[in-house]
């Protein structure tokens, strides 16, 4: 089992800026990949960006790239995102989510193991 604490959430005006944490602790080591999700009210979760767990490889949806940098800590077992620029459509629930299995950096919420409880950000206008 893996568990995932994600933190760093708050609210922020448009083209400010956030870094978000996603802790990982137990079985970490079965981790190949570790991923952020978004969800608004109403929407479906969406995939942002992920990062392999022993490489730099990173993954970004369209939507975040140029604005959003994911890095992860091996030694602090920590996912970071970095946000900035942020715009109101940027206000959702951040998910932290870890795949252990399957393709890795999959944009496909399925595709991870583990998630975390979420980590909210507003951007007001």
């Known amino acids: 089992q893996v568990q995932l604490v994600e933190s760093g959430g708050g609210l922020v005006q448009a083209g400010g800026s956030l870094r978000l944490s996603c802790a990982a602790s137990g079985r970490t080591f079965g981790i190949n990949a570790m991923g952020w999700f978004r969800q608004a009210p109403g929407k479906e979760r969406e995939f942002v960006a992920a990062?392999?767990?022993?490489?730099?490889?990173?993954y970004y949806a369209d939507s975040v790239k140029g604005r959003f940098t994911i890095s992860r800590d091996n030694v602090k077992n920590t996912m970071y995102l970095q946000v900035n620029s942020l715009k109101p459509e940027d206000t959702a629930v951040y998910y932290c989510?870890?795949?252990?299995?399957?393709?890795?950096?999959?944009?496909?919420?399925?595709?991870?193991?583990?998630w975390g409880q979420g980590t909210q950000v507003t951007v007001s206008s």
């Open positions: 990062i392999r767990w022993r490489s730099t490889n990173t």
């Open positions: 989510a870890a795949q252990t299995t399957g393709v890795i950096l999959t944009p496909t919420p399925s595709g991870y193991d583990y």
